[in-house]
Nanobody, 126 residues
Framework: QVVLLESGGRLVQAGGSLRLSCAAS????????MSWFRQALGKEREFVAG?????????YEDSVKGRFTISRDNAIENTVYLQMNSLKPEDTAVYYC??????????????????WGQGTQVTVSS
């Protein structure tokens, strides 16, 4: 059974920082691309950032470039982080971790991912 467990979401003031974590268990091996998506109230789920299994390829949504950094710790199997700096009220959303295996780089379409976590709420106050 595959389980992705996100943590780290909370209320933070605009301009602040948060680090989200996602720990995956039950994946067949370490060759999964792991990504973060977010869904704000009343909006569709959108891609935020992703990283390939050996961490050599990353991809970011334009609005978070320069503010968010995705990384993974290969010493801790299938654990991925999202460091979020200079947070804005528009970053408020439920953040989801997703995993799947792809040929090539990070995919940004939610439909491409098989495994999902339950999400963690990030709220940025102005």
């Amino acid at each position: 059974q595959v389980v992705l467990l996100e943590s780290g979401g909370r209320l933070v003031q605009a301009g602040g920082s948060l680090r989200l974590s996602c720990a995956a268990s039950g994946l067949a091996d370490r060759t999964y691309t792991m990504s973060w998506f977010r869904q704000a109230l009343g909006k569709e789920r959108e891609f935020v950032a992703g990283i390939t299994w050996i961490g050599r390829s990353t991809r970011y949504e334009d609005s978070v470039k320069g503010r968010f950094t995705i990384s993974r710790d290969n010493a801790i199997e299938n654990t991925v982080y999202l460091q979020m700096n200079s947070l804005k009220p528009e970053d408020t959303a439920v953040y989801y971790c997703a995993a799947d295996r792809f040929i090539g780089g990070v995919q940004d379409a939610a439909l491409e991912y098989e495994f999902w976590g339950q999400g963690t709420q990030v709220t940025v106050s102005s």
